[in-house]
Structure formats: C-alpha cells, structure tokens
C-alpha cells in the first residue's frame, strides 16, 4: 500500500496570484470554497476516523485521521467529511471523502475565515481530493465478496445445482433441489472477486436461507416471483377461489363464476406467501386472471381434469360421435346406442366449452367419450 502522501501547490501559483477555490464541500458539487460564497465565518464539523480506510489508489489512512467538513453558517453539517490537512507552502489538499459512519468525536465550531477564505489556524478542507473517491474499510476491502450492498428484489429459484452457503467460506447450508421454485427476497447482495453476484435469500417470514449465486435465480417485479412458463390445461374445481388482476389483489372475478371449467395456464408465479398462481386463459386466448393453483386440477390436455362422476345417463341423439381420445379418434357413433343406459363413470369439462362423459355399460365395458348434449 501507498504511505499517506500531502499534495501540495507550487509555491509559484501564489507567486502568480493564482486562487485555487473549487471544491465540493458539505457533499455540494460546484461549491468554492471562499470568503465570497460562505461569508467571513463559516461552520465546522470535526471527527476523527474510527477504522483504517484506504482509498481507491490505494494510500492507506490509519484510524485517527482528523477530518471535517464545511457549511454556511445557516445550515447544518451533512454529507461526507474530508481528511482535514495542515497548510504547508499553500494549502493541502484532502485524499477522499470520508462516510459519516466511519467518524466518531465530532466537535461543531464557527470558525471566522479571512480575506482568501481559509481559516485562522491555517487548516483546510479542499475535496479535489473527491478524484479519490471514498474512502473504505482497509478490512472490507480485503473480504472477497466484497461490501454488503442492499438488495430487496423477489426472486424464484430456478436451478436446482446451485446449493446455498452460509458463509463466504463456502461452508454448505441448503441443497438447490429443496429450494427450487420458491420464491425468496433477496436483502442483499455481493459481488465477489471471483465475478460471481451472490444473494443473501429470506423467505416472508424473516428466515434466512444463506447465499446463493444469482444464476441460480430469476429475478420477479413484485413478491409474486418471476414468471415461470407453464401451459397446463386445469379445471376449477374450487368456488372458493376468486381471481385476481394482478398481485396487489386486485379482485377480477369470482369462483362461482370460473368452477366448472377448464382454461389454459400459460404461466405461473411461485409466490413468496408459498402459494403457486396461474394465470388463466380460456380457448379464445381471452385473460381470466391469476388464481391459487389449490382451487383447481390439472389435466391431460385441453380436456382438462378428470372428475368422478357415476350417474346414470341415457343416450338419446343420433349421429353422437363417441371418441376414443381427446384427439378425436372414433371409437363408435351413437346409433345403435340411442336409447340404452349407461354410467357416466367420469367428467371433463373441455377447454372449448362442452362436456364429456366417459360411459361404460352394465358389464363394465368401456364405450368411449361423449358430448353431455347427446345423453339425459
């Protein structure tokens, strides 16, 4: 590491009347330094560094460094302080602007300034040392994560082969398998040396799940989690559940009015509250809303779930086509069946709208899938 070095003008500038007076003081850009803006008196913070900080070149500052920072007398000290330096042939300047939390006894003074601005004990803080950026913690600069840096993202956990840590380290905490999509806040964040992001994960009740590599996740706009891809055909089975226009809960339409039916769930939110939504569309591509996947089930295909029934039910149309499967494969028409009574062993409440029965006879034989129009 570089020794603490003072930057100091040539004797020669004040020889040629040159004032050097920009600075940013009290954390205000474009802020001179000088009798003209702060009048003949201006006041003071002073502090002392509580840990060894280093700046971005790389120059060490041990704890104790005195610093301060300017205002005018009608405001109150804010913003970062400055390593306070003694003026030698003209003045110095500071190597960095320092974080108020890495200062302790702090000491506020009015101090009178004269004609160039500059106090009466000869001590100046001029930010051209701002070029150096902040000053950080010799320590932290030195942890390969890196500084915390606060998060408060929603993401889903989307690769199970990526395992959460409890520490940087690498001591193991949970399996990427057992956490796979669930949703998680991510508080904070660190971008290590090894170019890697890695996310400190809590679920909605404070717990926290340790860290994890952000490829391991997709990042969600709101608590709801990320989008995940779905295409599922299910059935509302459960009234109970009304859906939603969007995750502030928005309500959209009822259970009664959605039971029964079979839509399309082109994708779905693993939410951090631990419930799954669906977002709902029906045959026609129109948007039902989101729904809590517990109020419904899903199907094979577009005929969505299967549902016990065991009515008995007769055939009264002709020219009923009966289907071995859901791609529309003949099994037999209804001519021969008109009039003769089967059981409706089982429902499907198909995606285009209509009802089919799987009907078997009174020896248990299997006469395939019918429109619930052709049968009373």
Known sequence: MKKISLLVLSLVLVCMGVSLTTGHLNGEKNVVYAAKNLGDSARIEWGVTNQDLVSTDGVEYPAGQKVARFTRLDQKPTGPYYLKLKVELVFGFGHGEVADKYVTSKETKVVKLDSKGYTATDTEIHSEAGAYGPLKPVKEE???????????????????????????????????????????????????QNGSTYLSLYDNKGTWYGYVNEKAVKVGSGQQGAYIKDGRYVTLTNKNYNSWSNFGWKYR????????????????????????????????GKWYGYINEKGTKAGNGKQGAYIAD???????????????????????????????????????????????????????????????????
């Open 253 to 284: 339409d009822s259970g009664a009015n959605l039971a029964n039916k079979t839509y399309q769930a082109r994708g779905k939110y693993n939410h951090s509250n631990g419930s799954t939504y669906l977002s709902l569309y029906d045959n026609n």
């Open 142 to 192: 030195m942890k390969p994560e890196g500084n915390y840096i606060k998060d408060g993202r929603y993401v889903t956990y989307s690769n199970k082969n990526y395992n959460t840590y409890s520490n940087f380290g690498w001591k193991y905490r949970l399996s990427g398998s057992s956490l796979q999509n669930k949703t998680f806040q991510a508080r904070g964040k660190y971008n290590h």
């Open 310 to 376: 065991g009515r008995k039910v007769k055939l009264i149309k002709k020219n009923y086509q009966l289907w071995q499967n859901f791609s529309w494969k003949k099994c037999q028409d209804s001519n021969k069946l008109v009039g003769k009574t089967f059981t409706a062993r089982a429902k499907y409440y198909h995606v285009n709208g209509s009802t089919y029965y799987s009907l078997y006879d009174d020896k248990g034989n299997w006469q395939g899938y019918i429109n619930s129009e052709g049968v009373r």
